[in-house]
């Protein structure tokens, strides 16, 4: 499986799992010219952008270590950007998610980051 392959699977993984978690999925792979958002949801009554990041191996670190500052940045320029364009969801509180599938175990674990760039803990 490439490393494309492998995206698409985990964030499939991570739909499946907001989804049973109580999430509403807006839009998958939202993207534009600046970047990518990988899953817009709603949690009640509250916008979340989640990143998902799926290793198969922690050669090059842990996922959540590829979720640097200007990746921050980057998605909160994109998830404004996607406010504008919905302008109907303006007013909802956001948040931004992150979902990590770690396929280094079997079955694969997957930990839920909520609120990810303020202080994050995994579910």
Same mark, same amino acid.
């Given at each position: 499986?490439?490393?494309?392959?492998?995206?698409?699977?985990?964030?499939?993984?991570?739909?499946?799992?907001?989804?049973?978690?109580?999430?509403?999925?807006?839009? +998958?792979?939202?993207?534009? +010219?600046?970047?990518?958002?990988? !899953?817009?949801?709603?949690?009640?009554?509250?916008?979340a952008?989640v990143?998902?990041?799926?290793?198969? &191996?922690?050669t *090059?670190?842990?996922?959540?270590?590829?979720?640097?500052?200007?990746?921050?940045?980057?998605?909160a320029?994109?998830a404004?950007?996607?406010?504008?364009?919905?302008?109907?969801?303006?007013f909802?509180a956001?948040? *931004?998610? !992150? !979902?990590?599938?770690?396929?280094?175990?079997?079955?694969?674990?997957?930990?839920?980051?909520r609120?990810? *760039?303020?202080?994050? &803990?995994?579910?």
């Open positions: 499986m490439n490393r494309t392959q492998l995206g698409r699977r985990g964030e499939e993984q991570a739909a499946q799992y907001l989804q049973a978690q109580g999430y509403i999925i807006l839009t +998958r792979n939202w993207r534009r +010219r600046e970047g990518e958002i990988d !899953v817009v949801a709603l949690e009640g009554d509250t916008l952008f990143e998902v990041k799926t290793r198969r &191996t922690h *090059f670190g842990a996922p959540e270590e590829s979720i640097d500052a200007r990746k921050q940045t980057q998605l320029r994109l404004q950007r996607y406010i504008d364009e919905n302008p109907q969801l303006a909802r956001c948040r *931004f998610d !992150v !979902v990590i599938i770690d396929s280094t175990t079997r079955p694969a674990q997957v930990r839920l980051y609120n990810a *760039f303020d202080a994050p &803990t995994a579910e």
